[in-house]
């Protein structure tokens, strides 16, 4: 009995669009949703980035002083460089990933091939160059003193270059004065039963108190950024004083409970939004392999269409993206 | 079916022959955008580092004028103008790599105005609260301090 409505007259006639609603196919359709979900997923994250910014407006840490780096240059300061050269090689990628598509319409199979490989290479050295970042990050090169407060307090001397006196940043392994014995790392072999305890910062506030006390060029410089859009520096007297009463803490490099460039939260952000970037351009790089493949394989050609590629393409070009935005907000906002 | 593609860019001022130039057009922009980019934030030029319009003081509409020019009353120009541009960017990536100018009005439209709407609501209330928190730490008597 058809009691029940069996027919509602709309067969065949998906939103009167068709079997392709708005005229783009069910996984073109369905890849965009999920671009337009991960972009929120990723403005998210942006926009805490910006909440936390905003609560430490005046003590955050100065991108060009942090990302000074190019690999193969050691102790050069050339900021953003390299982030630059991370960009066009993804907006590269990107470029090569559109032509694959291209090539894909015209049916060409030897041209998608060469582009898709091209697009991967690309991904490969992206991700490669996130890696060395991190590693640079993590490694750190001046090292701080964390104060009760939480607060970090690098060191340096004001010098003249070229007729203009700067400040110039000094790493505490230049002049922290060492002395034996002070505290040993504890591990399992001695005490008690299965208890290790985490690596010990390379030296102890009183070392480099000593160390501080004894060369007298050495200044203090705090998180406070001044009038000028400058990190404050102290006196010689605030100096020692400062790591007198309120050090705590030696730090070298960056973790995520504490890093050497200024309020902890810098560091969690760009662990957690260029790490969750970078999974994202490994998990592309992932699929455009297994397109490659297909591709080689003849999979799309025998299908007649290629639009898997454009569906990989579209992802791709998201994470090409969604680094634009990490880009300004990390490196040059 | 996605083999006609629209082939201008700028409203019409430039046109390509084929969908292969035109890429490289776009890739082309995108450099310059990004050399302008880097060499604004290295070069850092000193009128830009400033605010050019002070905060209004007074009663409600200085404060409607506030949030309504918040963008030059309360940000560096520089910071502006990066912000401007990774748009402009953002606009041609989608636009010409993802080819969302060829996709039909209502494609287009289903997938940008909710991501643009919720986007600006989102970055409203954190930006919001963060002035909030700012401003509980560093009033005149803050409540929690940190300057130890």
Same mark, same amino acid.
């Given at each position: 009995?058809?009691?029940?409505?069996?027919?509602?007259?709309?067969?065949?006639?998906?939103?009167?669009?068709?079997?392709?609603?708005?005229?783009?196919?069910?996984?073109?359709?369905?890849?965009?949703?999920?671009?337009?979900?991960?972009?929120?997923?990723?403005?998210?994250?942006?926009?805490?980035?910006?909440?936390?910014?905003?609560?430490?407006?005046?003590?955050?840490?100065?991108?060009?002083?942090?990302?000074?780096?190019?690999?193969?240059?050691?102790?050069?300061?050339?900021?953003?460089?390299?982030?630059?050269?991370?960009?066009?090689?993804?907006?590269?990628?990107?470029? &090569?990933?559109?032509?694959?598509?291209?090539?894909?319409?015209?049916?060409?199979?030897?041209?998608?091939?060469?582009?898709?490989?091209?697009?991967?290479?690309?991904?490969?050295?992206?991700?490669?160059?996130?890696?060395?970042?991190?590693?640079?990050?993590?490694?750190?090169?001046?090292?701080?003193?964390?104060? /009760?407060?939480?607060?970090?307090?690098?060191?340096?001397?004001?010098?003249?270059?070229?007729?203009?006196?700067?400040?110039?940043?000094?790493?505490?392994?230049?002049?922290?004065?060492?002395?034996?014995?002070?505290?040993?790392?504890?591990?399992?072999?001695?005490?008690?039963?299965?208890?290790?305890?985490?690596?010990?910062?390379?030296?102890?506030?009183?070392?480099?108190?000593?160390?501080?006390?004894?060369?007298?060029?050495?200044?203090? =410089?705090?998180?406070?950024?001044?009038?000028?859009?400058? /990190?404050?520096?102290?006196?010689?007297?605030?100096?020692?004083?400062?790591?007198?009463?309120?050090?705590?803490?030696?730090?070298?490099?960056?973790?995520?409970?504490?890093?050497?460039?200024?309020?902890?939260?810098?560091?969690?952000?760009?662990?957690?939004?260029?790490?969750?970037?970078?999974?994202?351009?490994?998990?592309?790089?992932?699929?455009?392999?297994?397109?490659?493949?297909?591709?080689?394989?003849?999979?799309?050609?025998?299908?007649?269409?290629?639009?898997?590629?454009?569906?990989?393409?579209?992802?791709?070009?998201?994470?090409?993206?969604?680094?634009?935005?990490?880009?300004?907000?990390?490196?040059?906002? | 079916?996605?083999?006609?593609?629209?082939?201008?860019?700028?409203?019409?001022?430039?046109?390509?022959?084929?969908?292969?130039?035109?890429?490289?057009?776009?890739?082309?922009?995108?450099?310059?955008?990004?050399?302008?980019?880097?060499?604004?934030?290295?070069?850092?030029?000193?009128?830009?580092?400033?605010?050019?319009?002070?905060?209004?003081?007074?009663?409600?509409?200085? &404060?409607?004028?506030?949030?309504?020019?918040?963008?030059?009353?309360?940000?560096?120009?520089?910071?502006?103008?990066?912000?401007?541009?990774?748009?402009?960017?953002?606009?041609?990536?989608?636009?010409?790599?993802?080819?969302?100018?060829?996709?039909?009005?209502?494609? =287009?439209?289903?997938?940008?105005?909710?991501?643009?709407?919720?986007?600006?609501?989102?970055?409203?209330?954190?930006?919001?609260?963060?002035?909030?928190?700012?401003?509980?730490?560093?009033?005149?008597?803050?409540?929690?301090?940190?300057?130890?």
């Amino acid at each position: 009995m058809d009691s029940t409505v069996a027919s509602t007259g709309t067969e065949g006639k998906s939103w009167g669009g068709g079997n392709k609603p708005l005229r783009a196919s069910y996984g073109k359709m369905m890849m965009w949703f999920f671009i337009v979900s991960d972009a929120l997923t990723f403005s998210g994250f942006l926009a805490a980035y910006g909440f936390s910014r905003f609560k430490y407006i005046q003590e955050w840490p100065i991108a060009d002083e942090v990302f000074t780096h190019v690999p193969f240059l050691h102790g050069q300061e050339l900021p953003m460089i390299y982030v630059a050269f991370m960009t066009f090689i993804l907006i590269m990628s990107s470029v &090569t990933m559109v032509l694959a598509v291209d090539a894909g319409h015209h049916m060409n199979k030897a041209k998608v091939t060469i582009y898709m490989f091209l697009t991967i290479i690309g991904g490969a050295i992206f991700v490669g160059s996130q890696a060395w970042e991190w590693a640079t990050f993590i490694q750190g090169d001046y090292g701080a003193v964390q104060t /009760k407060g939480g607060n970090i307090l690098q060191f340096g001397e004001n010098v003249t270059v070229d007729g203009v006196e700067e400040f110039k940043r000094i790493s505490i392994d230049d002049f922290a004065a060492v002395h034996a014995g002070e505290r040993v790392q504890h591990d399992r072999s001695n005490g008690l039963w299965f208890t290790t305890e985490g690596s010990l910062p390379p030296y102890t506030v009183n070392e480099i108190y000593n160390g501080l006390a004894a060369n007298d060029n050495i200044l203090v =410089r705090t998180q406070i950024i001044n009038e000028a859009g400058e /990190k404050t520096i102290l006196s010689r007297e605030e100096s020692l004083k400062q790591i007198k009463n309120n050090g705590k803490l030696v730090v070298k490099g960056a973790n995520l409970h504490v890093n050497e460039y200024g309020t902890a939260l810098f560091a969690d952000f760009f662990f957690f939004i260029t790490g969750f970037h970078g999974f994202h351009v490994l998990s592309g790089v992932v699929i455009n392999i297994i397109i490659f493949f297909n591709v080689i394989l003849g999979t799309y050609e025998r299908r007649g269409s290629y639009e898997m590629v454009e569906k990989v393409g579209l992802y791709w070009h998201f994470v090409d993206l969604v680094w634009v935005f990490v880009f300004t907000f990390f490196y040059l906002v | 079916m996605a083999h006609e593609h629209k082939l201008e860019i700028f409203r019409g001022l430039v046109k390509f022959k084929s969908n292969t130039s035109k890429i490289w057009g776009v890739l082309v922009f995108l450099t310059i955008v990004t050399l302008v980019e880097v060499g604004l934030g290295l070069a850092k030029p000193e009128w830009l580092m400033h605010t050019w319009i002070d905060p209004f003081e007074g009663g409600f509409f200085a &404060t409607l004028g506030n949030v309504i020019l918040s963008p030059f009353v309360y940000m560096k120009p520089l910071n502006l103008i990066f912000i401007v541009l990774t748009i402009v960017k953002a606009y041609y990536i989608t636009w010409d790599f993802m080819h969302m100018r060829d996709e039909t009005g209502s494609m =287009r439209k289903m997938v940008v105005w909710t991501a643009v709407f919720l986007i600006c609501y989102l970055i409203f209330i954190l930006l919001q609260e963060g002035g909030y928190v700012f401003d509980v730490y560093n009033a005149k008597t803050p409540l929690i301090k940190r300057d130890f």
